[in-house]
């Protein structure tokens, strides 16, 4: 036809100009800090990740997941054979036949796309991507047509100058929207960057069904503690931020965002963008901050990311609870970058809001939070009778009392546990006041320096001792233990507190009674749940007891933040309402009279809920209720 000999060049002018935008976007990313990564291996794996791993998440929302199936399979093949038909010009009439399969493939699911964008989810961004139909639609129709010819189905002549012009109209609208715009910008660059992004991640152990949820460490002696600006990041950080399809699945699990904290996921990772490439946020189309009008951030790739584009409180306001994290089908790890600008707050500029400051004094001086006296540790336990390490230097069982020791309402926690662990005869003891706290809240709050103090002298009372594994009621001091401390050479055995429990139930060493009250619920904790992936114990554990659960409607790895990581309610970042009566309301709806949890900040957060509201208890006291003790 008329358009064959044009054609090639059209496709040549493409794949040209998305090579040099592509090259141009490599130089953005590479102005990140270094960060070693197998190209060869990465690129390799791509293929299954994109495949199985990103699948696996895009999957939970099964008509994006099979539109994306038809969609962006389409028109991977489609390109594919329009190289080989209409580039190289092979003359197959199997290829075309292919090509034609694979651009009608593509229109079906560019029909879904088309149907989504009538009435889209506020969470979804508009602005470019609303003409992103078209121009799937219209790439899929043009090249559908001008291989009618090759297929023998049209003959080679047919058509006039008016079909070729609009047709080469067509084809340059959508290869100058699917191809120019993956390596310049638009809709469908996070094709190009999320691939990459998925070959070169930071976490690559989160692939294959691994979990990789603990904080990367500072080097405490780098120029610049934390990210300052946009290059101070890795550059497969900076290559992440741009692979964001702005879906707004974590802007609709959010608790800071649906509480009405300047926050909102979708929007710091597109400033992040902002910041990368230099600019303003003038043409984001989605969801702004609460409370904060868009078009007056502004940054650039070495400007400080809080001085113009970025406010602090938007970084105070995240618990660090990772829903965001769970639910982002591009894997992009928005907490480490917070965490790594809270960083350059904190330990450049001291700059930690309301308590924060006060805190980490409390913690430098004190070695717990609060400020409570060292040696007021173990006062909870007077009457309890516990082996020490100091004293017995072995035992199977070291249990880590954590903060909550110098808190009366986790006392009834700890005192609960232990009279479980008297009544199945387990070898246990604790640290007394050699403990310190994990360092949990100082990592979070960015101070890197105060954690990793407080990790090492941990790391160096323990390995005084012997023990065969490490377990603790506390969820953030489970994670730290568990997944932090091999940073700093400690590597242990460290189980929560239900996993325990729901040992020693299954192997007959509690004797129980049926649990008599009314309808229970279970809030799963952020960092036991989405951080360590136990879901499962507690419910067991329950179920033991003869309990149905009433499953709240965000429950699992879907579950909503209590409000009580990340130091929430040591910077106190107010919003329109409290995380934690959301929470309640989840409850609430459930009909449940009682709230089973298994944190003793959870605990703390729900239980300064207003009442009437639901009776707050952790899995241990219930089971410890429940406890049939032997008359001897």
Request: hydrophobic residues 45%; proline residues 5%.
């Amino acid at each position: 036809m008329i358009l064959d000999g044009l054609l090639p060049v059209l496709i040549t002018l493409a794949l040209a100009l998305l090579v040099i935008g592509a090259v141009r976007r490599i130089n953005l990313w590479r102005a990140g800090q270094p960060e070693s990564v197998n190209i060869v291996a990465g690129l390799m794996a791509m293929p299954r990740r994109y495949l199985v791993d990103l699948h696996h998440v895009v999957e939970r929302d099964k008509y994006m997941s099979h539109t994306h199936v038809a969609t962006g399979g389409g028109f991977v093949l489609s390109m594919a054979l329009i190289v080989l038909v209409h580039l190289f010009g092979l003359d197959s009439k199997l290829l075309a036949w292919a090509l034609l399969a694979a651009t009608a493939l593509m229109f079906v699911g560019a029909v879904f796309v088309y149907k989504r964008r009538q009435d889209p989810p506020s969470r979804l961004s508009k602005g470019p991507w609303m003409r992103l139909p078209k121009s799937l639609l219209v790439f899929a129709v043009t090249f559908f047509i001008v291989t009618l010819p090759a297929a023998g189905v049209l003959p080679q002549d047919f058509g006039g100058w008016v079909l070729a012009i609009i047709l080469m109209a067509g084809i340059i609208y959508g290869l100058g929207e699917m191809v120019f715009g993956m390596g310049w910008g638009g809709p469908m660059k996070h094709a190009f960057a999320g691939a990459l992004h998925l070959a070169f991640h930071r976490r690559a152990e989160r692939f294959g069904g691994g979990r990789s949820t603990g904080l990367k460490p500072v080097d405490l002696g780098s120029e610049v503690l934390g990210v300052s600006k946009p290059t101070d990041f890795k550059w497969n950080q900076l290559l992440g931020f741009d692979a964001c399809v702005q879906c707004g699945r974590c802007e609709a699990m959010c608790p800071a965002f649906a509480a009405g904290q300047p926050l909102n996921p979708k929007k710091l990772i597109q400033d992040m963008v902002v910041g990368l490439a230099g600019g303003s946020d003038a043409k984001y189309a989605g969801s702004p901050y609460p409370g904060r009008d868009v078009g007056n951030a502004k940054g650039g790739p070495d400007q400080v990311i809080t001085e113009s584009l970025v406010n602090p409180e938007t970084l105070w306001s995240c618990t660090t609870c990772r829903a965001c994290v769970e639910e982002c089908p591009m894997m992009i790890e928005h907490v480490d970058a917070i965490v790594d600008m809270r960083r350059f707050l904190t330990l450049e500029k001291g700059n930690t809001p309301n308590k924060g400051a006060e805190t980490l004094e409390n913690l430098i001086a004190t070695d717990n939070p609060s400020g409570f006296d060292p040696g007021s540790r173990m006062n909870w336990a007077a009457d309890q009778n516990l082996k020490v390490m100091s004293e017995v230097k072995e035992t199977d069982v070291l249990f880590w009392v954590s903060d909550g020791a110098f808190d009366m309402r986790s006392q009834r926690i700890l005192r609960a546990f232990v009279k479980l662990l008297k009544a199945a005869n387990v070898d246990f003891a604790v640290l007394g006041d050699e403990e310190r706290d994990c360092g949990d809240v100082a990592r979070r709050l960015g101070d890197d320096a105060t954690f990793q103090s407080l990790a090492k002298r941990n790391i160096a009372t323990l390995s005084k001792y012997k023990f065969n594994r490490i377990v603790t009621t506390d969820p953030h001091a489970f994670h730290v233990l568990k997944n932090e401390y091999k940073d700093f050479g400690g590597d242990y055995e460290v189980f929560h507190h239900t996993t325990f429990i729901n040992e020693l139930v299954k192997a007959s060493a509690l004797k129980l009674d049926l649990y008599k009250g009314g309808a229970v619920t279970y809030h799963d904790p952020c960092y036991l749940g989405r951080y360590n992936g136990e879901y499962d114990s507690p419910r067991e554990l329950l179920a033991e007891l003869g309990i149905e659960l009433a499953e709240m409607e965000r429950s699992g790895f879907r579950s909503r933040c209590c409000g009580g990581g990340g130091g929430a309610p040591i910077t106190d970042i107010p919003g329109e309402r409290r995380i934690a009566d959301m929470r309640m309301e989840d409850a609430k709806a459930t009909g449940a009279e009682l709230v089973a949890v298994g944190c003793q900040q959870c605990t703390a957060m729900l239980e300064g809920v207003v009442e009437p509201r639901p009776e707050v208890k952790d899995i241990a006291e219930i089971v410890a209720e429940s406890l049939v003790e032997e008359v001897h």
